[in-house]
């Protein structure tokens, strides 16, 4: 059986951000990586152009096994967790294997939501959630002349339009009145419709499928106003739903997602989650939907290296965050005023750039962009923010 003091389960962003936060606190520490998926960490955002062909799978790595190795990390892929015992801290694999764990994250993210629509299951189609999803689909976009899209969100607008590019005839079928209704109001929602359908993709607004059924070599799809859609291809993008399926029994609470506190911790100590699979508090309801605003891997790394009850007090993350000010808001590469002169105006404008300055002769935007973003007080709860000089951005062009 295999020991390690951090256990990740899930190799996209949530879980990656958390590694490079534990590594920056603990540079030994045992830290363990396991996902089901069969290849190397990547986005989900790159999916629709491996499925365009834009980008080649083997490109789309955020890291390679160099870099975990370089970062002294075990890297298991091709293996899901099937079952956490929280009390022996054990998480058991498909393969069979344990692992004991000290600190365990939970960043499994969430799989595509099936609709309970008749003779689904029954037919061949495709989802897009993974890799091997988007490499499937690539590889069919050749033989289909006529696809059926069911969703309209931006799985499903990314799909049809990579369908329509490459030729085929493209039906999307929406229960909501218009596409992306999740994402934009109304009015922009008009103006996407019609540069779909200008490509002459069929919109089917406000309509639900009530059966599917294999008709001889095609996909024959039925909606409740009596449509008929045959297709070669159908795609299902009606959503996605967090994966908890493994912790039963794990003593985990979950709700939509797993329910997590403001540091990514679980109801059972030792164990944290981010990402689409944790359900966060929202800032106006006592939960935030789990997909909507997806807790920080970054922030359950760091306080997985502290340690349950091990948090840094008050003053403490106050002087922490200011340091972190400190560091932001200094003049990029150093600007030493010259003497006499004074923050902001035509004097104040008259500074010179230290001999090491990497942005010297660049426009002033690129260095100060983010400075100019930050705001004093911001993020330092009730401690007034550090002092710093007044540089106004309009001085730098004179």
Request: hydrophobic share 40%; aromatic share 4%; glycine share 10%.
């Amino acid at each position: 059986m295999t020991q390690t003091e951090y256990l990740i389960v899930g190799a996209s962003h949530a879980a990656l951000s958390a590694l490079q936060a534990i590594r920056m606190q603990d540079a030994e520490g045992s830290v363990t990586v396991v996902t089901r998926d069969d290849a190397l960490p990547y986005s989900p955002t790159v999916l629709p152009y491996v499925v365009s062909g834009r980008s080649a799978p083997e490109r789309v790595a955020l890291k390679d096994g160099a870099w975990f190795e370089k970062n002294k990390i075990g890297f298991i892929r091709g293996a899901a967790v099937t079952a956490v015992d929280a009390a022996a801290k054990r998480a058991k694999l498909s393969s069979g294997e344990e692992i004991a764990y000290g600190k365990l994250l939970l960043a499994t993210g969430a799989a595509p939501l099936l609709p309970p629509i008749p003779g689904l299951k029954d037919v061949k189609f495709h989802v897009l959630r993974t890799l091997a999803d988007a490499v499937g689909l690539h590889a069919a976009l050749p033989q289909t002349k006529q696809a059926v899209v069911l969703g309209a969100g931006l799985v499903g607008m990314h799909a049809a339009e990579n369908l329509a590019k490459a030729g085929a005839q493209v039906a999307v079928v929406e229960m909501q009145p218009r596409v992306l209704a999740g994402y934009f109001d109304a009015e922009a929602s008009a103006i996407i419709e019609a540069a779909f359908a200008a490509k002459g993709v069929k919109l089917m607004l406000g309509a639900k499928v009530s059966r599917c059924e294999t008709a001889g070599k095609t996909i024959r799809v039925m909606t409740d106003g009596g449509a008929t859609l045959d297709a070669d291809l159908l795609l299902v993008a009606a959503g996605v739903a967090p994966v908890t399926d493994y912790l039963a029994g794990s003593g985990v609470d979950i709700d939509r997602g797993i329910l997590v506190d403001d540091s990514m911790r679980t109801s059972v100590d030792g164990i944290w989650a981010a990402g689409d699979v944790a359900q966060a508090k929202g800032f106006l309801q006592r939960r935030e939907n789990a997909q909507r605003h997806p807790p920080r891997g970054r922030r359950a790394g760091q306080d997985r290296r502290h340690g349950h009850g091990r948090r840094p007090g008050r003053e403490a993350l106050a002087r922490r965050r200011a340091a972190q000010h400190l560091h932001l808001l200094r003049p990029a590469g150093g600007l030493r005023r010259q003497p006499g002169c004074r923050g902001g105006g035509a004097q104040g404008s008259r500074r010179e750039a230290l001999p090491e300055d990497r942005h010297a002769g660049q426009p002033p935007h690129r260095h100060l962009r983010h400075q100019r973003a930050l705001r004093p007080g911001r993020d330092v709860g009730d401690h007034p923010a550090p002092h710093r000089p007044r540089f106004r951005a309009r001085s730098f062009h004179r």
